[in-house]
């Protein structure tokens, strides 16, 4: 499965993305409002990398992993999780190491998965969280057109903060 956009490739995360995927995912910056983030090892991150690629061999995937290719070469990740088949609802989310911050990188990845979700997945609500501080993610989310639906749950960091505010954005199929 690759998806091609105007700059972006996202096709499915490999094992062979470890060091490039482990510089933004032990970056503390980018981790920094993600709740598994940072992870402190490559094996860590080669233990996340082995179970997305089994992932894409199942055949009732419910996990998508997609690797972010941008000019600059394998720069985030962006994925889609089946939440409820009967309801057709899934999440997604995203993240672009930092040095592409700013680019609008996360909004064109963020809109290809969320078509792939629609269109190939046939969802028909698609929903993303954030923590409330994480202005960035917010404005992905409003820019590729989900809206508020709550601000009453709480999220939990690996290695920080506990019982952070989490808005949850949505969106549905039109």
Known sequence: MIIKTERLILRPMAESDLHTTHAYANCPENGAFIEFLPNETLEDTGDFLRWAAAQWEKDDQKCFEFAIIADEGHIGAASVNIEDDRAATASMGWIV??????????????????????????????VATCDYRNTPSKKVMEKIGMSLESSDSVRNYKDGDKNVQELTFSIYKK
């Open 97 to 126: 190491h930092k040095d592409f911050w700013g680019k609008g990188y996360a909004t064109e990845a963020a809109k290809a998965v969320l078509g792939f979700a629609f269109d190939t997945l046939s969802m028909q609500k698609v």
